[in-house]
Nanobody, 135 residues
Framework: QVQLVESGGGLVQAGGSLRLSCAAS??????????MGWFRQAPGKEREFVAA?????????????YYADSVKGRFTISRDNAKNTVYLQMNSLNPEDTAVYYC?????????????????????WGQGTQVTVSS
């Protein structure tokens, strides 16, 4: 079993920044080959894709990252394989970014390309962390 624990959410003013973290653990989790994603769900709305990062052997510099159009240029996803942790740096936040943010893991063979946008292919999910952006 794999456990994902998000942290770093909170209340921030519009234009501000937050950095979310997702720590992965579990007896069967090695991180090897896993793609990681962030999704969010606002009240009354469906869950939507935010960002994803593929697996990369060695330096994560070679990992591919993908973003929803609504966050492109403002959010950055990264991962530290040694720490089994994925991050979401969120800058220039606006009230439309208010949502519960979920971390997700896609087991090998994990996604590449547009496949990473599909939430149904992720096998493990965290409990979520609330992000609230005030105007």
């Amino acid at each position: 079993q794999v456990q994902l624990v998000e942290s770093g959410g909170g209340l921030v003013q519009a234009g501000g920044s937050l950095r979310l973290s997702c720590a992965a653990s579990g007896r069967t989790f090695s991180g090897y080959g896993y793609a990681m994603g962030w999704f969010r769900q606002a009240p009354g709305k469906e869950r939507e894709f935010v960002a994803a990062i593929t697996w990369s052997r060695g330096s994560t510099y070679y990992a591919d990252s993908y973003y929803a159009d609504s966050v492109k240029g403002r959010f950055t996803i990264s991962r530290d394989n040694a720490k089994n942790t994925v991050y979401l740096q969120m800058n220039s936040l606006n009230p439309e970014d208010t949502a519960v943010y979920y971390c997700a893991a896609d087991t090998p063979p994990s996604c590449t390309g547009y496949g990473c946008y599909d939430g149904t292919r992720y096998d493990y999910w965290g409990q979520g962390t609330q992000v609230t952006v005030s105007s």
